[in-house]
């Protein structure tokens, strides 16, 4: 089986070159230096490292398969297709791997409630998730557009025992969530914990998150290592604020071989007003507690922004993904809402796979890019999360009226 | 000693704080002369941001306000306000705003341009003590004061955040966002006690006070009051005759304010 003694990182700056910090406001410093003390000692702390193990392996499904996509490789004709399947953990996606993480650490710090932000309701349900295993109080902050396109994920929350509160202010979305999980927090921060679903806001979190997530290109490289002896030539994974993504680069990024590709959701086009491809039209700014790269106005403003995908549609990215960009190590391609509906369906047919929409940048991305390479190379394909919470809104998309 | 730090020799001082573009660009000029008038110490001006995490609804609303009026408000718009302001009154100001306002502006351009229009402070709530290093020496060039945030949860914090305050020292009264409340921290006193112990700069309680009894009783703790979100009310509930409303509660609560001995 597949070690699972997760390496975590060593930087503790909280800096990314230029990116990173704390800009956050002073009621929350003492706590995030709380955290990012406690995290500095548990990350290492044989007994806690033993904990994080047993959870993943036995609570949450891991290792996730490794799985050779033959018929999209034969399909496409040319490199061939691996896909990490993080849809096949517990909750179906990703999320559950920093939420174990966090809570696990939380726990440690003797809180007694999580509160969390959620897009499409996959980080709220993995926090919901957690908090009902360990016995803890949860309340998750939810836009209220969220909650009216994921239903079934607000009531999937309720039956965990979390208290769902929908965010009116704002454009009602992902990072009205985070504004309104953030001011929770500083009027109650001595039981409370917030538990950041993305690899964003200030230092300890991107870092965590980073770090949590990182057990997936740790897996995927012995895995690929196993079945060919070699490494990928490219690794895919679709990014919002880029927690999936950077899980999926961590353990390639030191190798030079490898290609790291990001898919930022476009929305209507990476060019049009309605878009959330923040590395591709976005610019440096400091917002949610991180400097990185944001959609804002020239006065700074933060814009609203738009994707198909209620995980995706953030205005920024994680520092080390503005890092990774600004460096050129990695690249992030824009993936419209046309494309990833019709990735959507594509992996459904040839695979038989319901993957999520945000899921479906990335491969909407491999179906592009595959052809144009030798079949002696290999594509890693980050499936994030399973579709499931899709097929209604895609169905709307596509004008097929369904009773829900 | 900075022109903000003055404000406090005498007396104690009123604080009013109000949003810029809040409903639009004469109405600021006028509601900011307005409190002038009626005896205010310091304005503080807010420039409107996107996503103002530190606020509360009635702050975020006055934002929405502000940008619903004017969706790029261009730095350069505010900046000519304060310079309508100017010719009105000679009034100490700072400005409160996030910092990626100033960021895009240009760490450098900004505080040359405050210096310019008189703009003496800034409160920048999402620049902690460890993020300041950056804009510090720049703001310190142009004699702009950076006011810090203390608050009942600094702890060990508190002493290393007063050493490096320049102009007033934004005490905030209670956890949580900005807003209206009746109850605020009870271990005020003692955290003003131990900013004293290391600096001169004067405190100022800022967060949840609308009453001229709050305001006297935090005067009586600290040096001065500040009150945003009962300002930002009356402007939202009397538009037009919003200023000589402000120019009343002004004068009451600095009546309130300046009764108390001064340390």
Known sequence: ?404 | MSKIAEVFKNHKAFIPFIAANDPDFQGTVNNVVALAKGGADLVEIGIPFSDPVADGPVIQAADIRALKADPDLPMDTIFDMVAEIRKQTAIPLAFLTYLNIVFQYGYEAFTKRCTELGIDGLVIPDMPYEERGELAPIAAKHDVDLIPLVTPVSGDRIEKIAKAATGFIYVVSSLGVTGERSEFANDLSDLVARIRKVTDVPTAIGFGIHTAEQAAEMAQIADGAIVGSACVNIVAEYGEQAPTKLQDYTKQMKAAVVGNPVR
């Open chain 1, 1 to 404: 089986m597949t070690e699972l003694n997760l390496k975590l990182s060593k930087n503790t700056t909280g800096r990314y070159g230029e990116y990173g910090g704390q800009y956050i406001p002073e009621t929350l410093m003492n706590e995030l230096d709380r955290m990012t003390k406690a995290y500095e000692h548990y990350k290492n702390d044989p007994e806690f490292k033993t904990e994080l193990h047993d959870l993943l392996v036995d609570y949450a499904n891991r290792p996730s398969l490794l799985y050779y996509a033959e018929r999209m490789t034969k399909d496409l004709g040319g490199a061939q297709i691996y896909l990490k399947r993080e849809d096949l953990n517990h909750t179906g996606a990703h999320k559950i791997n920093n939420v174990i993480g966090q809570a696990l650490l939380a726990k440690h710090m003797g809180k007694t409630r999580l509160i969390a932000e959620t897009g499409a309701g996959q980080h709220g349900v993995a926090t919901a998730t957690i908090a009902a295993y360990f016995g803890m109080e949860c309340e998750v902050f939810m836009g209220k557009k969220d909650t009216d396109r994921q239903r079934l994920n607000v009531y999937r929350m309720e039956l965990l025992g979390a208290k769902v509160h929908p965010v009116t202010s704002g454009s009602m979305v992902l990072k009205d969530a985070i504004n309104a999980a953030l001011q929770d927090w500083t009027k109650r921060v001595d039981d409370t914990f917030y538990l950041m679903g993305s690899a964003t806001g200030p230092h300890p979190y991107p870092l965590m998150v980073r770090d949590f997530q990182s057990v997936i290109s740790q897996e995927s490289k012995q895995q690929l290592q196993e079945k060919t002896g070699k490494l990928p030539d490219m690794v895919v994974a679709c990014v919002g604020g880029g927690s999936n993504a950077i899980g999926s680069f961590a353990n390639y990024i030191n190798e030079p071989s490898v290609q790291l590709v990001g898919a930022e959701a476009a929305g209507k086009g990476v060019e049009t007003e309605l878009t959330a491809a923040t590395v591709e039209r976005g610019s440096d700014g400091i917002f949610h507690g991180m400097k990185s790269m944001f959609l804002q106005n020239k006065t700074g403003q933060i814009k609203p922004v738009y994707s198909i995908s209620a995980g995706l549609d953030y205005p920024g990215v994680g520092p080390e993904h503005a890092y990774l960009a600004k460096t050129g190590r990695a690249k992030y391609v824009g993936i419209t809402d046309d494309e990833a509906v019709d990735a959507f369906e594509y992996i459904a047919k040839t695979e038989g796979i319901v993957a999520a929409i945000e899921s479906c940048h990335a491969v909407a991305y491999v179906q592009k890019i595959a052809p144009k390479m030798r079949k002696d190379q290999i594509i890693v394909c980050t499936l994030s999360g399973r579709g499931d919470k899709d097929v209604a809104s895609i169905a709307k998309y596509r004008g097929v009226d369904i009773d829900e």
